[in-house]
């Protein structure tokens, strides 16, 4: 029998990509030798060096490229950070949009020992990735934010039946495979007409899924209850901008945002292995970045191609790599000082893939 075979790109992105993402190739390259799962590693340039190597921080030929993959690991991208020359723009909401990846799934888990403000915490937040209030991303052509006078700006808020309704659907899926139970996070009670699409187009889709309680909560509420009582949730969807804030929160919750990973999915052809923090120049070069975040991510992108592609060698390298993980972290000198750690990024890494190649 030919080995199962998956074409994975692997995109450094900026600062700290350069360390946390060749981590993340290496973990994967162990785990999928233990499975006998065959990948074609595909690096291609983006961000900085993209911008230095082939003039531009998206070289021409990229998208194509990927369209051909089933997956890509993309690292942190620092655009704040790139001159102001036309050929540096920001990659992510181009990606993101290109290849319809409006769910980004952002699991936030508890382990013992790390500076977790909570135990037993395991929760996944679902983004909508694609609408919303950021301006970036919510128009095709000029921007959703604009100043018609020099002491007035207007930004624009995108809700979609679709866009909702694609995310909500996501999010019952994830749900199915957890306690049955969703919880959507709006504040329909000021954003009548969004939120309230947002809300509605949520209960529609639980038609669909009669084995799974779907209950609200405003975003207000939520911040506080994630924060006082982070066990009481298990899946939650909700619309761009909540997500983006309440995931660092609930990040925070756990260790920071080196604990906080994502994986950006959409209508099945490609998925996009994708931190939540970004390039984090403050510590890029040193070797102390937290690799979790970046290895949990292309962990979770192994096993979401597994199920959705039927690959078993698949979803038996995503199972090594998260006892790796778990095994890395419970040892003080095999996790980074963010975490309570007396280790680096190469000790995390290199304990992880040691975990994996000694297993039974
Ligand atoms: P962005 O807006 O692009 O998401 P940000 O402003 O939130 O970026 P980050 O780059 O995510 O900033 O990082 C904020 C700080 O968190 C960093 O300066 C760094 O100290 C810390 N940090 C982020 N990621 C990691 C990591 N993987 N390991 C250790 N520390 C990290």
Same mark, same amino acid.
Request: aromatic share 6%.
């Given at each position: 029998m030919t080995a199962a075979h998956l074409v994975i790109g692997i995109l450094n992105g900026d600062d700290i990509g350069h360390e946390i993402v060749p981590a993340s190739v290496a973990v994967a390259r162990a785990a999928a030798a233990r499975h006998d799962l065959r990948i074609d590693w595909r690096a291609m340039p983006i961000g900085r060096t993209a911008l230095d190597s082939h003039n531009s921080t998206m070289p021409a030929g990229t998208l194509e490229a990927l369209s051909r993959m089933d997956g890509f690991i993309l690292g942190p991208i620092g655009h704040r950070d790139y001159p102001k020359v036309p050929q540096a723009i920001n990659p992510h909401p181009i990606l993101r949009k290109?290849?319809?990846?409006?769910a980004n799934v952002r699991p936030t888990r508890s382990f013992p020992g790390l500076g977790a403000l909570h135990e037993s915490v395991d929760l996944v937040i679902v983004r909508e990735n694609n609408e919303g209030f950021q301006p970036d991303r919510n128009v095709v052509a000029g921007c959703g934010e604009f100043r018609?006078?020099?002491?007035?700006?207007?930004?624009?808020?995108?809700?979609?039946? @679709? $866009?909702?309704?694609?995310?909500?659907?996501?999010a019952f899926e994830i749900a199915r495979t957890r306690s049955k139970r969703l919880t959507a996070v709006h504040k329909n009670t000021v954003f009548k007409l969004g939120c309230?699409?947002?809300?509605?187009e949520c209960y529609k889709v639980a038609k669909e899924f009669p084995d799974v309680t779907l209950d609200e909560v405003i975003v207000d509420t939520f911040a506080m209850r994630l924060v006082r009582d982070p066990q009481s949730f298990d899946v939650v969807v909700t619309t761009n901008m909540f997500g983006d804030i309440l995931t660092d929160e609930a @990040? $925070?919750?756990?260790?920071g945002l080196g604990m906080a990973p994502g994986l950006c999915i959409g209508e099945g052809?490609?998925?996009m292995a994708q931190a939540t923090h970004g390039s984090a120049p403050d510590i890029a070069?040193?070797?102390i970045a937290n690799p979790y975040a970046m290895i949990e991510s292309t962990r979770m992108m192994f096993e979401w191609l597994g199920h959705n592609r039927g690959i078993e060698p698949a979803v038996g390298a995503a199972a090594s790599m998260k006892r790796g993980i778990e095994h890395a972290l419970a040892d003080p000198t095999t996790r980074t000082r963010d975490i309570r750690g007396t280790g680096d990024t190469n000790d995390m890494t290199r304990a992880i893939v040691a975990a994996i190649e000694s297993e039974k």
């Amino acid at each position: 029998m030919t080995a199962a075979h998956l074409v994975i790109g692997i995109l450094n992105g900026d600062d700290i990509g350069h360390e946390i993402v060749p981590a993340s190739v290496a973990v994967a390259r162990a785990a999928a030798a233990r499975h006998d799962l065959r990948i074609d590693w595909r690096a291609m340039p983006i961000g900085r060096t993209a911008l230095d190597s082939h003039n531009s921080t998206m070289p021409a030929g990229t998208l194509e490229a990927l369209s051909r993959m089933d997956g890509f690991i993309l690292g942190p991208i620092g655009h704040r950070d790139y001159p102001k020359v036309p050929q540096a723009i920001n990659p992510h909401p181009i990606l993101r949009k290109h290849f319809n990846l409006f769910a980004n799934v952002r699991p936030t888990r508890s382990f013992p020992g790390l500076g977790a403000l909570h135990e037993s915490v395991d929760l996944v937040i679902v983004r909508e990735n694609n609408e919303g209030f950021q301006p970036d991303r919510n128009v095709v052509a000029g921007c959703g934010e604009f100043r018609p006078t020099e002491d007035v700006t207007i930004s624009v808020r995108v809700i979609t039946r @679709a $866009g909702s309704a694609r995310v909500a659907r996501a999010a019952f899926e994830i749900a199915r495979t957890r306690s049955k139970r969703l919880t959507a996070v709006h504040k329909n009670t000021v954003f009548k007409l969004g939120c309230g699409m947002f809300v509605e187009e949520c209960y529609k889709v639980a038609k669909e899924f009669p084995d799974v309680t779907l209950d609200e909560v405003i975003v207000d509420t939520f911040a506080m209850r994630l924060v006082r009582d982070p066990q009481s949730f298990d899946v939650v969807v909700t619309t761009n901008m909540f997500g983006d804030i309440l995931t660092d929160e609930a @990040a $925070g919750l756990v260790g920071g945002l080196g604990m906080a990973p994502g994986l950006c999915i959409g209508e099945g052809n490609i998925a996009m292995a994708q931190a939540t923090h970004g390039s984090a120049p403050d510590i890029a070069g040193k070797g102390i970045a937290n690799p979790y975040a970046m290895i949990e991510s292309t962990r979770m992108m192994f096993e979401w191609l597994g199920h959705n592609r039927g690959i078993e060698p698949a979803v038996g390298a995503a199972a090594s790599m998260k006892r790796g993980i778990e095994h890395a972290l419970a040892d003080p000198t095999t996790r980074t000082r963010d975490i309570r750690g007396t280790g680096d990024t190469n000790d995390m890494t290199r304990a992880i893939v040691a975990a994996i190649e000694s297993e039974k």
